[in-house]
Nanobody, 125 residues
Framework: VQLQASGGGVVQAGGSLRLSCAAS????????LGWFRQAPGKEREFVSA????????AYGDSVKGRFTISRDTAKNTVSLQMDSLEPEDTAVYYC???????????????????WGQGTQVTVSS
């Protein structure tokens, strides 16, 4: 089972990036898919998550109104559109998957069983 994140890079403040995560090895139809990030010297932080159906989403306070999560169940992918990027968004971003029985969203890292390798996002001021 693999989660492969891509789309990171260097962007100026105010710019946009789109992260993608492709899941392979199994279907993640019954999983919440999410994004976390970790900046140097800081703890891992919840960014966003989407429910099994895609109907329910959650965002960390620092990214609300700027980031948008979406999933394509048929393609087993999850994306994170990041707009109005700020230097404080600089971090390694990880996609993750959490099993769940109902169509709810999870935000705590310990629920997530599968993790991608991370993709670096750097926002310059």
């Amino acid at each position: 089972v693999q989660l492969q994140a891509s789309g990171g890079g260097v962007v100026q403040a105010g710019g946009s990036l789109r992260l993608s995560c492709a899941a392979s090895g199994r279907s993640f139809v019954t999983y919440v898919l999410g994004w976390f990030r970790q900046a140097p010297g800081k703890e891992r932080e919840f960014v966003s998550a989407v429910s099994r159906s895609g109907a329910d989403t959650a965002y960390g306070d620092s990214v609300k109104g700027r980031f948008t999560i979406s999933r394509d169940t048929a393609k087993n992918t999850v994306s994170l559109q990041m707009d109005s990027l700020e230097p404080e968004d600089t971090a390694v971003y990880y996609c993750a998957a959490a099993p769940i029985l109902d169509d709810a969203v999870l935000t705590k890292a310990f629920f997530f069983d599968y993790w991608g390798q991370g993709t670096q996002v750097t926002v310059s001021s």
